[in-house]
């Protein structure tokens, strides 16, 4: 099992920027890649971004491309998201997960909430009209 905690969040205007950090521990290299979801109220979680562990590759929803970024800096066991042009629509709730290695070719594996095994808590992302 992997422990994350996320942390970074907080109230930001429209067009600012944050930075999240996601700190692993644990059996942190059991895992194919960490990945950033979000939830706002009333809606369902959505795939933010993620990085896979192999060979750093990133991927993206098409609502936050060329606006956040993911890394990772191996040595720390840390994920980050920074997060620019923030819109008051990204404000949710955002969470930290790590996926397991896919049993078998799944397509858009990394894209799904289900494929990922361990997650934290979350930390809360306001942005201001």
């Known amino acids: 099992q992997v422990q994350l905690v996320e942390s970074g969040g907080g109230l930001v205007q429209a067009g600012g920027s944050l930075r999240l950090s996601c700190a692993a521990s644990g059996r942190t290299f059991s895992n194919s890649a960490m990945g950033w979801f979000r939830q706002a109220p009333g809606k369902e979680r959505e795939f933010v971004a993620a990085?896979?562990?192999?060979?750093?590759?990133?991927y993206y929803a098409d609502s936050v491309k060329g606006r956040f970024t993911i890394s990772r800096d191996n040595a720390k066991n840390t994920v980050y998201l920074q997060m620019n042009s923030l819109k008051p629509e990204d404000t949710a709730v955002y969470y930290c997960a790590s996926c397991p290695p896919p049993p078998r070719y799944i397509i858009d594996y990394y894209y799904r909430h289900e494929s990922y095994d361990s997650w934290g808590r979350g930390t809360q992302v306001t942005v201001s009209s």
């Open positions: 990085i896979r562990r192999i060979d750093d590759s990133p």
